[in-house]
């Protein structure tokens, strides 16, 4: 928020003495700001054998015409019991992320023994950094890009139109098809993700020519354009896919958020091609 309405707040809410001029706060924020970047890392007494570190990027976009936006990278590091870091920095800044994450890590108990993991949204240059940063392995990919992505697709198939059978037959099919890429991907099967899109753009014709309104394009292109950059995404970061349901099954992180409100899959749908007449029998 803006310092000018930050210090409107912190009159109304704490008893402190900043009165209502935002270049106090400003000054009194800044001054308290570098005193915690100059503050000594205090270590916890028990080491921390094994440390989650994620690493995420975003752009906060600027009020005025001409400014430029700001990227911030933003991340945290957790521990097993229970410790945790957050920590943020804008790109392009005096601030070191590289030193930020070193010094987080510290402040949650990492020793030369401690097992690193850490997860990315595939951006290389978030890898580059955990690298500087002395986490060597290779960070996994963050399955909330994915489930994002995945959930996205979902909407989508489920809003397309139905006019007539070939369409409900279609539509049987693409919903089907993402439900099984979903369980594809989570399992640890990715690879076979190109079974799935190739299915779902078999049949992708039936909607050909459906409409459109002035706010909105027609979900079939939408679709179109969402499993493409899908299928981009998995076969960019196919190198960082890990097993995410044996990790979750293992008590082990996915992410960046807990994944226990998703879906979980019994198992794998029959494998095979699905037939119109075979949709269209189990309709009836």
């Not at 879906?263 to 699905?274: A, K, N």
Request: hydrophobic share 40%.
């Amino acid at each position: 928020m803006p310092y000018r309405v930050a210090a409107d707040l912190l009159e109304q809410m704490f008893p402190v003495d900043s009165g209502t001029d935002p270049e106090t706060l400003r000054r009194h924020t800044l001054r308290a700001g570098g005193a915690l970047a100059e503050r000594a890392v205090i270590r916890p007494e028990a080491a921390a054998p094994v440390i989650a570190v994620t690493l995420d990027s975003t752009f906060i976009r600027s009020r005025e015409e001409g400014e430029r936006h700001l990227e911030v990278r933003v991340g945290n590091v957790e521990t097993k019991s229970g410790g945790r870091q957050v920590f943020g920095a804008v790109a392009k800044a005096d601030t070191d992320i590289k030193v930020l994450i070193r010094r987080n890590l510290d402040a949650v108990g990492r020793t030369e023994d401690t097992e690193l993991t850490a997860f990315t949204d595939g951006c290389p240059g978030l890898r580059r950094i955990l690298t500087d940063a002395g986490v060597v392995e290779p960070p996994i990919l963050d399955w909330f890009h994915i489930g994002m992505r995945l959930q996205h697709l979902k909407q989508i198939a489920g809003a397309l139109a139905i006019g007539d059978l070939a369409r409900v037959t279609a539509k049987v099919v693409i919903v089907t098809e993402v439900d099984r890429l979903h369980w594809r991907i989570w399992n640890g099967k990715a690879k076979n993700a190109r079974k799935s899109i190739a299915r779902i753009r078999t049949v992708m014709h039936h909607f050909r020519g459906e409409p459109g309104s002035r706010k909105s394009i027609a979900p079939s292109r939408k679709l179109w354009t969402a499993l493409h950059a899908l299928d981009c995404y998995l076969s960019g970061q196919s190198a960082w896919l890990v097993n995410y349901a044996e990790r979750h099954r293992a008590g082990l992180r996915v992410g960046t958020c807990d994944h226990r409100r998703n879906r979980q899959f019994p198992g794998e749908p029959p494998d095979e091609q699905i037939s119109a007449d075979a949709v269209v029998t189990t309709r009836r």
